[in-house]
C-alpha cells in the first residue's frame, strides 16, 4: 500500500512520517529529494544556475538556499521558473523509489512526503491521501519560529501553496497535528491499526 503524505509547511510532517518510519513504513521524502538534485554537479542545479544566475551559489559552489528561497517566494514567476526545473526530477525519482519498494517490500506501507503535492496534480497516484492539519495561526506562529521569519515573510510562504483548510477537507485522512504529540501519536496508532498493519 502506498500513500501520499502532505500538509502545509511548518504543519508537522516530519513528525508524522517519523512516527509511520518508527511503525515500519518506507518513507521517500520529497524535500530529501529536492536538496540531492540541488548538490553540486547534478544536472538540475546546473539548470537552476543557468535561469538564476551565479549568484545563487555560495562560494564553495553549493546553493544558497536563503537567497533562492527570498527571490522566488517574493514572485510567483520565479517560483513557476524553479518549479518546472525541479519538479519533474523530483517526481521521476520518486516514482522509481515506490516502485523498487513496493517490489521488494511488497506487505509494507510505502509513504510519500510531498509538501506539494495537491498543488502538483500528483493526488491521483496515491490510494489514500493523509493531510497534516494545524489551524493556520498555529501554522503561522510555528513557521516564524523555525525559520527566524518576520510576520509578512511567513504569511507569503503560506500563501504560495494551497490553504491548508482546504487540504483538510479533500483528504482522506486528516491527522491533526495541533494538541500535542500524545494525540498526534494516538491518531497514527489508530490509522496504522486501520490499515491491519503490525
Not at 52 to 71: A, N, S, V
Not at 87 to 107: G, N
Not at 118 to 144: A, C, F, H, W
Request: aromatic share 4%; hydrophobic share 40%.
Amino acid at each position: 500500500m502506498k500513500i501520499g503524505l502532505t500538509g502545509g509547511i511548518a504543519t508537522g510532517k516530519s513528525t508524522v512520517s517519523r512516527m509511520l518510519t518508527r511503525r515500519g513504513a518506507l518513507l521517500i521524502d520529497a524535500d530529501v529529494l529536492a536538496r540531492e538534485v540541488m548538490e553540486p554537479g547534478h544536472p538540475v542545479l546546473e539548470a537552476v544556475v543557468q535561469r538564476f544566475g551565479k549568484d545563487i551559489l555560495l562560494p564553495d559552489g553549493t546553493l544558497d538556499r536563503k537567497k533562492l528561497g527570498t527571490r522566488v517566494f517574493e514572485s510567483p514567476e520565479e517560483r513557476l521558473a524553479l518549479n518546472a526545473i525541479t519538479h519533474p526530477a523530483i517526481r521521476a525519482e520518486t516514482k522509481r523509489r515506490i516502485e523498487a519498494y513496493e517490489a521488494e517490500y511488497p506487505d509494507k506501507l510505502v509513504v510519500a512526503d510531498i509538501p506539494l503535492l495537491y498543488e502538483s496534480g500528483l493526488d491521483s497516484l496515491y490510494e489514500t491521501i493523509m493531510v497534516v492539519y494545524v489551524p493556520r495561526e498555529i501554522q503561522l506562529m510555528r513557521l516564524m519560529e523555525r525559520d527566524g521569519l518576520d510576520a509578512l515573510q511567513a504569511e507569503a510562504r503560506l500563501s504560495a501553496q494551497m490553504d491548508i483548510e482546504q487540504k483538510r477537507t479533500i483528504a482522506d485522512i486528516v491527522i491533526d497535528n495541533s494538541q500535542g504529540l500524545e494525540q498526534t501519536e494516538a491518531q497514527v496508532e489508530a490509522f496504522w491499526k486501520s490499515c491491519g498493519l503490525s
